[in-house]
């Protein structure tokens, strides 16, 4: 059972930076794939970033590429969403995501393939 926890969220303008955290409890975190997804209001949830379990292979959503960067740091068992450049089009819940695959490096943008979910957390971007 893996607990993931967001922080970071909150109110910014039009061309300003954030950077979102997800804690994740348990020892293996390193066997996770990660995942950042979105929810505009009357919208569904969409992908925005992965990051494979070693940190080496990242994929990102093209409406986010250049502006946001995925990243973890394993030994502090968390993954990070830094976010620059934000758009009014950026608001959502932003909510971090694990899956368990172990032995293999991989990425996965699919939310149903995604096992464990945090609780969300707010980016507002006003312009």
């Known amino acids: 059972q893996v607990q993931l926890v967001e922080s970071g969220g909150g109110l910014v303008q039009a061309g300003g930076s954030l950077r979102l955290s997800c804690a994740a409890s348990g020892r293996t975190f390193s066997t996770y794939v990660m995942g950042w997804f979105r929810q505009a209001p009357g919208k569904e949830r969409e992908f925005v970033a992965t990051i494979s379990g070693s940190g080496d292979t990242t994929y990102y959503a093209d409406s986010v590429k250049g502006r946001f960067t995925i990243s973890r740091d394993n030994a502090k068992n968390t993954e990070y969403l830094q976010m620059s450049s934000l758009k009014p089009e950026d608001t959502a819940v932003y909510y971090c995501?694990?899956?368990?695959?172990?032995?293999?490096?991989?990425?996965?943008?699919?939310?149903?393939?995604?096992?464990?979910w945090g609780q969300g957390t707010q980016v507002t971007v006003s312009s």
């Open positions: 995501a694990a899956v368990w695959k172990p032995f293999r490096d991989i990425v996965t943008i699919r939310s149903d393939e995604y096992r464990y």
